[in-house]
């Protein structure tokens, strides 16, 4: 957030870079090329906010894992 003079302020947008690093996806990887266009911005962000933290989904399958192995071996 950044003050203004007034007091007020203003929250500033995330760049596609920044939600691609947030959600745990190479840098660019939402950049692609749509009918020979870089994709908007609005298309990244949209393609971002359907998908899944790569990070959270491993911490899943990991502890998904290690449940059915404690109960194979118990």
Sequence with gaps: MVQME???????RLTP???ERLQGFPDGWTDI???RKQASDA?????L????????MRWIGERIE?????????
């Design 6 to 12: 007034d007091r007020h302020y203003i929250v500033r």
């Design 17 to 19: 870079l920044e939600c």
């Design 33 to 35: 090329e749509v009918d």
């Design 43 to 47: 298309a990244r962000y949209k393609a």
């Design 49 to 56: 906010g359907n998908s899944m933290a790569v990070p959270v």
């Design 66 to 74: 290690r449940i059915d192995n404690e109960e194979t071996t118990a």
